[in-house]
């Protein structure tokens, strides 16, 4: 291979930290910041999760790209941007408790509410909503309100108003962590699979570090606060759909749950 200064310019990521240090205005004066010179980049169309300690700062990097709270250091770029406010370009799916639905709207409805807003005609919204309630798999329940629906379906149809809104980015704060095992096991399958047909950014955050290694390119691992950063970042070279019976899979797993487990590890001898 030759270095060609000819050779095109690569291509703008979806997200840049750079440096990037964080205290909520509401601290105490003085204490320490909650992150503190974090970078990292995270390419066009990446599945890119972060996983951590408890309290470590995860939903607020994602905030800081949701543009919800803004960063008192460094710079944070979408799509080559500086972020200032939130923009419909990047979606949030959130653990359904947080985001409920909107309940005197059906499924179709909560699925068009977005490109209706953003002016599209109703036969458009309609046409966009039922494309959508396709892909998330929710075909014969457009005509139903949330209290009639699964939590599953909920997140289903989450997942589908997000997407409606035609964002080139997502943000998912641990959107699966309140359903049952099997549901979360279909729609992490289902969700690596609509990454793919879309090709979207997904920036992933959970708890599940199993369900980190399914879902994610790359999965990094935050230190726990204060002053949090990102220790590590695991290239997951494994196929969609993932085998979690791959001894490979195992390993990553035991990998990514050791570093955390000496995360929670120096916190005790800390106290
Ligand atoms: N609005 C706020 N004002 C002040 N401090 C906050 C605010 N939101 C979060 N924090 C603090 O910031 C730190 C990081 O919180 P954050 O929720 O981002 O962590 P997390 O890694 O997502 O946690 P978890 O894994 O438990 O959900 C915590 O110490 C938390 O108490």
Redo the contacts with the bound molecule.
Sequence with gaps: MTNSPTSETPPTPAVVFDKVGMA?P??KAGSEL?LANLSVTVPQGEFFVLV??????????LKIVAGTEKQTEGRVLANGNVIDGPDRRRGMVFQSIEEPLFQWLTVAENIGFGPSVAGKSRSECRTIAQHYIDLVGLRGHEAKFPHELSGGMKQRVQIARTLAAEPELILFD?PFAALDALTRRVLQKELTRIWRETGCTMVY?T?DIREAVLLGQRVAV?SR?PRANITRVYDIDLPYPRDDLDSRFADAVKAIEGDIEREAASQWEQN
């Design positions: 909520y509401g601290q909650i951590g300690p408890s309290g470590s700062g995860k939903s607020t990097l641990e955050v708890h935050m606060g």
